[in-house]
T-cell receptor, first 113, second 113 residues
Framework: KNQVEQSPQSLIILEGKNCTLQ??????????LRWYKQDTGRGPVSLTI?????NTKSNGRYTATLDADTKQSSLHITASQLSDSASYIC????????????FGTGTRLQVTL | EAQVTQNPRYLITVTGKKLTVTCSQN?????MSWYRQDPGLGLRQIYY???????DKGDVPEGYKVSRKEKRNFPLILESPSPNQTSLYFC????????????FGEGSWLTVV
């Protein structure tokens, strides 16, 4: 069964600090992995998309990494801001099933003063 | 501006009273889908559509119907809502290429009493 597990479930950090969120998946055969940011009560917004051949992709202060061998991805947030407070969702799709995505349950990040 | 628009955003209804949640996208995307999001669970796909008049069940289709008569619209129909359909619903769209960005609507909060 295809699964995506994220850790930690929640995280509190001080403004200006860095943090790393983890995503482990068992989706096979792997097609691509996406990271989304979801503000409370709003729709998810895309941060990055990575295919099998990509190990790193950045979007401003967000940097995603992918290790397709160990089936792990991480999202690193640099110099966090209060506006980074949100849930971060890892989403994986398999080859041949472009219509089916497997979603993680997300990491809830709170950035405080 | 690329948009996926859902209506209504908030709705409280009674058990058994048919309702429709509309979804419209302005990006000429072939692929559209509906998800529900419940506490502690990742987004789960209800139905998807690869193009006009082409729809298929997702992971949790029971109690829902959809139609795709026009490319831009993909309404979600609850013929006889029940309390277990109380949830946050998201419509999403993308091009037919599997690796492209998925755009989500702002969500529809539905409560069935």
């Amino acid at each position: 069964k295809n699964q995506v597990e994220q850790s930690p479930q929640s995280l509190i950090i001080l403004e200006g600090k860095n943090c790393t969120l983890q995503c482990n998946y068992t989706v096979s055969p792997f097609s691509n992995l996406r990271w989304y940011k979801q503000d409370t009560g709003r729709g998810p917004v895309s941060l990055t998309i990575m295919t099998f051949s990509e190990n790193t992709k950045s979007n401003g202060r967000y940097t995603a990494t992918l290790d397709a061998d160990t089936k792990q991805s991480s999202l690193h947030i640099t110099a966090s801001q209060l506006s980074d407070s949100a849930s971060y969702i890892c989403v994986v799709s398999a080859i041949g099933t472009a219509s089916k995505l497997t979603f993680g349950t997300g990491t809830r990040l709170q950035v405080t003063l | 501006e690329a948009q996926v628009t859902q209506n209504p955003r908030y709705l409280i209804t009674v058990t058994g009273k048919k309702l429709t949640v509309t979804c419209s996208q302005n990006m000429n995307h072939e692929y559209m889908s509906w998800y529900r999001q419940d506490p502690g669970l990742g987004l789960r796909q209800i139905y998807y559509s690869m193009n006009v008049e082409v729809t298929d069940k997702g992971d949790v289709p029971e109690g829902y119907k959809v139609s795709r008569k026009e490319k831009r619209n993909f309404p979600l129909i609850l013929e006889s809502p029940s309390p277990n359909q109380t949830s946050l619903y998201f419509c999403a769209s993308r091009t037919s290429l599997g690796g492209n960005t998925i755009y989500f609507g702002e969500g529809s909060w539905l409560t069935v009493v």
